[in-house]
């Protein structure tokens, strides 16, 4: 980070007033930025006569009536029905009696996030897994037409979605794989065993292949060799790629939305369906797009030193 | 490409790949294939064989909601129905008007952002991270967050632009006039992928070794002429490689969209892919829509070449 | 590409560098073509151009640098 350092090239060091006003501009435009997420955070707190207040209001009584919503699906009922019921149980039993409603049962949300988790998961572990095994093969040894295979696998990773979608929509169907996890997981994999194999060849590549050759005088074989001293020494890659590919699959809405419907659904093509009494129930779309959302933020912090290696292939490592 | 082995290998060391001696068990050359050989088939299976067979169907009358119909081969007839259709070509045009917008913003700005966290001022590592936050969120919730914040009457967007203009914000509508519906995806577009470029830009700006302007110094070049001569030069190859990445994601985009606008009003935002959708996944035009994916494929296909020479370009700085 | 020695004879013509930018522009102008607004005869042609451009890439690819 610090490749000028400061004393001896003080000639191109940027002077005072110069990196004041960078510093301005930067974060000035870091908060423009921020605004819209901050507003689908904030209007998953309000309630929906808040929500589609006018003039917006950014100082409100903060509800949970969001966060219920997204959970349950409810009934409206006459005053005199809930006026008969006992007690209510926990706060978003309050709160929907408030509207005259009572819950009737469970939200699909719940699910289609467990499906993303399963699928985002599956589909990581299966990519890496087969990623660094590919990746150490493409690093290590002469594999013939090489550079036509790792351009044919990168290439994969470039293929619009709904062309890819059309033929795979069919064979699924042939197959039974329609509306599965296991056909989400296949596809996903797919996709992302091209970057991870880009990406896994990048950090074994700087393993210095010294390592596996002591080890191998001292009487290992190859694949003790791969396992006990290169794996190691890429843990830090093997993380990296791997949060790149949850996130993808995470991420994931053209294949999703055309290729599930139920039983498979991930999160983001059910967040924009969430509908309330006339029209979106804005608060719950809040609320689902802020949970959704809150894993992508750790990621990318945990990310940050290789989000450049990440977008671009491994190409550029600094 | 063979570029790109050199690099690789000259990274790993200059040893000879195959220590015959000290290897024991399987040798290298099965090794090489058993580690290979299962990801070459899960793409063989999930992307090569679909692509043939879309590249079969583009040449039949098969409907996928009719099954069982007749299949009758109409040789390159879609093909020809495609590149003469005007409708289609319209589509192309809103295509082009969403990448080259988004990529002008997004080059001018990205690189604007990249120059000035280059300055190094205290902080910059944190921010930079925050900066970034957008382009990790999933294009389709982006979209339907979005579409809230430009709601006419309650939205944010409409409510700052009036704040700022005086406009009524319930006179305009980002998403449902004809005139604007192509500028509101190339906004969301714009706040979501600028880091993007500014993170490779900023990269660019980082490989340039000091002792170039140092040198500029003792020739007494002013800024302005250094900026020209040393640093847009020295940082194109990184420019060139957000324009194409961005241009490829952008010439596909599809789930932002969709979620926006799903082409509307009218067909002002049918970019290429929501046409795709819509010939294949509502129209049921199996055959005519494998054609049309086909088209869109090659040109993908030849764009990611162009990009791969460039990467190998970037890497070898 | 960085520039590789200069080979003689037959060598020469089969050098991949300006086979490698013939094809990129052809598939430049492919990409040009299919999105530009103006005539319609170039978006016909678009696609026949593209794909010359990627054979040719693919071919080449082949070619000693």
Redesign the interface.
Known sequence: ?N??SSTA?S??E?SLT???V??V???V??FV?????F??FA?GFKTPPD??????KVIFEPSLEGYCNLFTTRTRQTSEYIAQLGPPEGICDEVTRRREMVIAGTSNYAPRFINSVIIAFGSTFLSVF??V??A????????PL???????????R??????????????Y?ELGLSDTKLGMI??Y??VN??LA?WLL?GFI??I???YE?AA??DGY???QAFRKVVLPQATTGIAATAIFCL?FA?????FA??LTSGDAQTA??F??TIIGEGG?D?PA??AG?TL??IP??I???LL?KH??RG???G??R? | ??K??EI?DR???A?P???AG?????S??S??????A???I??L???????I??IY?SLTNYR?NRPNAELKFVGTEHYEKILTNPDIWAAMQSTAHFVVWTIVLQTVIGFT?AW??D???????F????????M??????V????K??Y?P????FN?IISFFTGAE?SSFEMLGSVQLAPWAIVIVDT?MWT??VM??C??GL??IP?YI??AA?VDRASNWRQFWSITIPMCLP?IM?AVL?RG?EN??M??MV??LTGGGPGSTTEV??IT??RE??EKWR?GF??AF??I??VT??G???I??KA??K??SR | MSESPQKSGVGRLFRRGPWEIAATLFIAAGVLMLLQPFALVLYTYSFITTLIGVVMFVIV?KFPE
């Open positions: 980070m490749a000028r090239h000639v191109v940027p110069s990196r004041r960078a510093s501009l930067v974060i435009y870091a930025t921020l605004i819209p997420l507003w689908i209007t929500s589609i207040s006018y003039p917006p087969l990623g095994m590919a150490y093969g493409f690093s290590r040894f002469k594999v090489k550079d036509d295979l790792l351009f044919f696998i990168l290439s994969t470039m293929m619009p979605p709904i062309a890819v979608a059309i033929p795979i929509y069919l064979m169907r296949l596809l994999t797919a065993v091209s194999v060849k590549d700087e210095p292949r010294e050759e191998m005088i074989t190859r694949l996130i995470w991420n994931e809405y053209a939305v055309l983001p093509p967040i924009p979106m804005w779309v809040g797009t959704f959302l992508i933020f990621f990318t912090i940050r989000l450049l977008i671009t292939f190409a550029v600094k | 490409m063979s790109l082995n690789a990274a790993a060391g040893t790949p195959s220590l000290a290897v024991r068990g399987l290298d050359k090794i090489a294939w058993i580690f290979i299962p990801t070459i899960l793409l299976a999930i992307n090569i064989f679909p692509l067979w879309t169907l996928a952002l000035l966290v300055r190094k001022f205290r902080g910059h590592g921010w930079t991270t925050v900066i970034l936050l957008p990790m969120l999933s294009p389709a919730v979209g339907n967050f979005w809230f914040l709601q009457q309650i939205g944010l409510y914000p706040w880091p993007y993170l490779i900023l990269a980082r490989s000091d302007y140092e110094e990184f490689l990445f490829i010439f596909k599809f789930d969709n979620l290429a892919s795709l959708k294949a996944f199996t829509s494998s994916a086909i869109l494929f993908v296909f764009l990611a070449n990009y791969v990467l190998n970037v890497k | 690819s």
